[in-house]
Nanobody
Framework: QMQLVESGGGLVQAGGSLRLSCAASGRTFSTYAMGWFRQAPGKEREFVAAISWSGGSTAYADSVKGRFTISRDNAKNTVYLQMDSLKPEDTAVYYC???????????????????WGQGTQVTVSS
């Protein structure tokens, strides 16, 4: 098992920034690819970003590319999502998730992730 706890959400004005953190415990975090997803009211959960176990590879949804940055600190068992130039349409509950160990391909499908956090609310006002 792996436990994931997100933090850092909140209310911010359009154009502002937030940094989300996801602290992991349990299984060996450093071997797992990690992802961030989000779900807005009435919409399906959607992929935001992913990072390989080593941090050497990343992937982003087109809607956040150039504005969001995913990173990880394996010594701290934490993955981050730096969100800049936020837009009202970024408003959602943000979830971090863990994929399998030592994967060579980053997954964008939520169903492929094994462990999930409880989510943190991000609200961007116009």
């Amino acid at each position: 098992q792996m436990q994931l706890v997100e933090s850092g959400g909140g209310l911010v004005q359009a154009g502002g920034s937030l940094r989300l953190s996801c602290a992991a415990s349990g299984r060996t975090f450093s071997t797992y690819a990690m992802g961030w997803f989000r779900q807005a009211p009435g919409k399906e959960r959607e992929f935001v970003a992913a990072i390989s176990w080593s941090g050497g590879s990343t992937a982003y949804a087109d809607s956040v590319k150039g504005r969001f940055t995913i990173s990880r600190d394996n010594a701290k068992n934490t993955v981050y999502l730096q969100m800049d130039s936020l837009k009202p349409e970024d408003t959602a509950v943000y979830y971090c998730a863990a994929d399998g160990p030592y994967l060579s391909v980053l997954s964008t499908a939520a169903k492929l992730y094994d462990y999930w956090g409880q989510g943190t609310q991000v609200t961007v006002s116009s």
